[in-house]
């Protein structure tokens, strides 16, 4: 089986920033990910990325994804990763199509949406309950909806929503909102957003197609007349798969400055590791640093 320099897993802003470094060094390397564009496609407007005014998310994801096929970067998408597994100097890793070996390994595999839990959502899913504003907006024109949560992830969907949908709700579980304070003051001076706080949401109701909701709210439960659901009420790590990675209690990689895990030959970048700040930036840096350090591991173990 051949041996890769480098596996990248994931391709988000910072599995794709790595690629072009890892290319720029002429690394023999495989990116391995589920999608292209990772949490950066999920967003709406984005104002605060170095060079862009004002840059969408998925135009941001398309202008980073040209950037990486520029290099001919070998690339297997709609693939996940199972297991990874340190034997002797070579790393293994398990997908669900194939297995793959290498030297060294980048795990910038990102989050996942986490999961309300409640009666209805499974039944639900894609069938007007959604976890993302700037896929499936556009498929609530004209109706009412809720945005489950208070942080910078549902401020992001409301902003998005209240230019497609008649009424958003917000139901947030704390007494105020959080978040980039320059959306939570768009949101609240929103002529078409209700915002419920110290509310959750205990049921997902409807037939075919999501009705409504029951939110509680002061211990008193009522009905909540909507079409769609958006659950943004935070993210988890994904990183099952590495389970000899030394893990924070988040479940976050725990990693050094120069991206190293306790791990010789794995590294990990962007919003799957402990960097206490989740942007766009700072995982598309951390995924640079993260190739310059694995170029200095090779050269030291050839």
């Known amino acids: 089986m051949h041996i890769y320099d480098l596996i990248i897993i994931g391709a988000g802003p910072a599995g794709i920033t790595a690629s072009v470094y890892a290319a720029r060094k002429q690394l023999d390397f495989l990116v391995i990910s589920r999608d292209i564009g990772g949490q950066a496609a999920w967003s709406g407007d984005i104002e605060n990325y170095t060079g862009y005014q004002f840059i969408t998310g998925p135009e941001l994801s398309q202008k980073f994804q040209e950037h990486m096929l520029k290099y001919d970067t070998a690339i297997k998408e709609n693939e996940e990763v199972l297991e990874l597994v340190k034997s002797g100097q070579v790393i293994r890793l398990k997908t669900n199509k194939a297995d793959y070996q290498a030297r060294s390994v980048i795990i910038a595999s990102g989050k996942k949406s986490k999961e309300l839990g409640v009666v209805g959502e499974k039944e639900f899913k894609n069938r007007g309950l959604t976890y993302c504003a700037t896929c499936d907006g556009p498929l609530f024109a004209g109706k009412d909806v809720a945005v489950i949560g208070g942080g910078n992830s549902a401020l992001d969907a409301i902003l998005q ?4 949908a008649r009424h958003v709700y917000m139901i947030n579980n704390t007494s105020g909102l959080f978040g980039d304070a320059i959306m939570r003051r768009k949101v609240e001076q929103a002529a078409n957003v209700t915002i419920l706080n110290n509310s959750s949401v205990t049921a997902v109701l409807g037939d075919k197609f999501v009705k409504g909701m029951k939110i509680k709210s002061a211990n008193q439960e009522k009905e909540l007349a909507v079409q769609g659901v958006f659950v943004e ?21 725990i990693i050094n400055l120069r991206n190293q895990t306790n791990v010789a030959g794995i590294f990990a970048a962007g919003d799957v590791t402990d960097v206490p700040e989740k942007q766009i930036i700072i995982a598309a840096g951390e995924g640079a640093k993260a190739v310059l350090s694995v170029f200095h591991y090779l050269s030291e173990n050839n």
């Open 233 to 253: 009420i935070g993210l988890i790590p994904n990183s099952a798969f590495a389970r000899d990675v030394e893990k924070n209690s988040k479940n976050e990689i």
């Open 161 to 164: 929503l209240i230019k497609i």
